[in-house]
């Protein structure tokens, strides 16, 4: 009898286990999504969160009979010396702020009291002790420098939160909204750059079209900073000649001198005679065109390939019925790739917010004028408040998950299958 399975009996066959496979699908998916987690998780962390005047108080008073400590030894050490004078003067000026004549005030014309008298303590009158017993040889240096971190520490409870302090800061809220708006302008210069750029090149066939994809799509690899780089020296160095230039000295006397005639002096030569004041570097629309050359590309690949999903045969239906091209494209194709439109803006308005490197090569960062958020996260990690930068960089990353958001809704094809 043979042993050949036929079509009715029942089948020997097993799949094999995908454990394996699936293992590690989710360990090396899991371990991308636990470092992102984690990174957002640590800019949440770092800032301090605001404390009720209750709790500073109950928290400013260790600290201070903590310096009282290192002042009483520093006391004993200089016992008999010309600093005793002025340390003993110091202590009992410390000791009063356990128990300071308060008459009725609130907690935090307390707190602001004991604030502004520990900040003079340590800035003025221990640095005064600490040059003092430096010039005659009295080893209280030690003792004197715990006192005033001590005194400083205290101080530093009285710190705002974090949060309150960047949203109530002017100069960081200009820079968001000076983001928001150039995001925007951004955003609206790269569709209307990027919607006919992407259509030529999806629609139409021409001698050199791979090289031109190839430069349309240099910004998205070439480092921000060159960007910057590559503004820079094509709106200040590059010369068409020579111009005059009028300059004042202090005595208001004019003088006029010969200066290279660039596209960023043109520009402004061009304002003056308009009664208006126009720069490029170092101004407003520096930043919008330093956002616009990273930015457009985003879009401009995004475009192009919403167009190369929408079937040109309804087009070319239209115009054997007597529509002209551009009708067409108004009335059938534009109507079909409103949501790649959508998203090409969001993107686009999502990499502008991100921009750091051109801006700071090509504009620089000036409060109020040039000053964008990815500034002011460089600004206030550079004087050491890190706390600060991770605030900003929270709202920075708010920013960006709604806008993500709307990329992914805003960006599926009605035909696509969903899941």
């Known amino acids: 009898m043979s042993s050949t399975p036929t079509p009715d009996s029942p089948s020997h066959f097993r799949p094999k286990s995908d454990t394996t496979f699936f293992f590690g699908l989710g360990t090396l998916g899991g371990f991308y999504l636990f470092l992102i987690i984690?990174?957002?998780?640590?800019l949440v962390i770092v800032p301090r969160w605001g404390k009720s005047n209750e709790?500073?108080?109950?928290?400013?008073?260790?600290?201070?009979?903590?310096?009282?400590?290192?002042?009483?030894?520093?006391?004993?050490?200089?016992n008999g010396t010309v600093?005793?004078?002025?340390?003993?003067?110091?202590?009992?000026?410390?000791?009063?702020?356990?128990?300071?004549?308060?008459?009725?005030?609130?907690k935090a014309d307390r707190i602001n009291y004991l604030a502004t008298e520990a900040r003079s303590l340590a800035n003025i009158k221990l640095s005064e002790l600490v040059?003092?017993?430096?010039?005659?040889?009295v080893d209280i240096g030690r003792e004197l420098g715990l006192a005033k971190n001590s005194l400083l520490d205290a101080v530093a409870i009285d710190r705002p939160s974090d949060y309150s302090a960047v949203f109530n800061d002017p100069r960081i809220r200009s820079s968001a909204k000076l983001s928001f708006v150039s995001c925007t302008i951004s955003a609206l210069l790269s569709l209307w750059v990027a919607v006919p750029i992407g259509y030529t090149m999806s629609r139409f066939q021409f001698r050199g079209k791979n090289f031109i994809d190839t430069i349309?799509?240099?910004?998205?690899?070439?480092?921000?900073?060159?960007i910057g780089l590559g503004l820079l020296i094509l709106f200040n160095n590059i010369s068409f000649g020579t111009m005059d230039i009028t300059y004042f000295d202090r005595g208001g006397?004019?003088?006029?001198?010969?200066?290279?005639?660039?596209?960023?002096?043109m520009i402004k030569q061009a304002g003056e005679s308009l009664g208006l004041q126009l720069r490029i570097t170092n101004g407003a629309a520096g930043v919008v065109l330093a956002q616009f050359m990273v930015a457009c590309a985003f879009a401009v690949r995004t475009m192009r390939n919403?167009?190369?999903?929408?079937?040109?045969?309804?087009?070319?239906?239209?115009?054997?019925?007597?529509?002209?091209?551009?009708e067409a494209f108004w009335s059938i194709v534009l109507p079909q790739g409103y949501r790649g439109l959508m998203a090409a803006g969001t993107l686009a308005w999502a990499r502008s917010l991100g921009e750091f490197g051109p801006i700071l090569i090509f504009c620089g960062i000036n409060a109020h004028r040039t000053e964008v958020m990815s500034s002011s996260v460089y600004l206030q990690f550079s004087i050491g408040e890190i706390e600060k930068a991770a605030v900003v960089s929270l709202l920075m990353i708010a920013l960006a998950f709604v806008v993500l958001l709307l990329v992914r809704n805003l960006g599926k094809s009605d035909s696509a299958p969903q899941r």
């Open 306 to 326: 919403t167009f190369d999903q929408i079937s040109p045969r309804q087009e070319e239906v239209a115009m054997t019925l007597g529509s002209s091209r551009g």
């Open 216 to 226: 349309l799509d240099v910004p998205i690899v070439l480092p921000p900073l060159v």
């Open 83 to 106: 600093v005793a004078t002025g340390l003993e003067q110091a202590l009992k000026e410390t000791r009063l702020l356990i128990d300071p004549p308060f008459d009725g005030r609130s």
């Open 253 to 265: 006397s004019e003088y006029i001198v010969k200066e290279n005639r660039t596209i960023e002096r």
């Open 55 to 78: 709790t500073k108080l109950l928290l400013m008073s260790p600290s201070i009979r903590e310096a009282i400590k290192y002042l009483e030894s520093a006391n004993q050490k200089a």
């Open 131 to 137: 040059k003092k017993a430096d010039a005659v040889n």
């Open 38 to 42: 984690s990174l957002i998780l640590a």
